[in-house]
């Protein structure tokens, strides 16, 4: 089930990207919510806000460098279904924004609320899963604690 919901997540970011980049050019945007919420196209060739743009073969490295470290973690972790969520939401986002990275040389991002950098699906993701990881850790600790 683990590989499956990663699947689907993957799939989903990567039909979404699909329709963007079919149905709009680099730039263009289309109010949703004028002044609030737009789509808007964007080729993203660095990480969030823009740090290390293009620098892709930095990035596939540490995309899969994480990957890998999440595959050990889950593994060697204490098992609970938070962390299994936390490393479902955080593997399907890298991997997502991996697959634009070494098919296309930039990631495409799309989502565009005009008071932060746009972004997509993936990095939606990949902040979930971060927040479920530190809040499974922190639970994780705290029932460690009690057992003292």
Known sequence: MFYLLIL????MDQWIKGLIDKNFFPGESLPI???????TYVRNTGAGFGIF?????????ISIIILIVLIIYRYR??????????????FAGALGNLLDRVRLSYVIDYLDFRIWPVFNLA?????IGAGLLIISIWKSE???DEGE
């Not at 743009?53 to 490295?61: D, M, V």
């Not at 972790?77 to 955080?90: G, T």
């Not at 990095?123 to 902040?127: A, F, G, K």
């Open 8 to 11: 689907l997540l993957v799939l």
């Open 33 to 39: 919510i004028d002044g609030i919420f737009h789509l």
């Open 53 to 61: 743009a293009g620098k892709q073969r930095f990035l596939i490295i």
């Open 77 to 90: 972790s204490r098992k609970s279904i938070l962390r299994d969520a936390a490393m479902v939401f955080l």
């Open 123 to 127: 990095d939606i993701l990949i902040n």
């Open 142 to 144: 705290g029932d460690t």
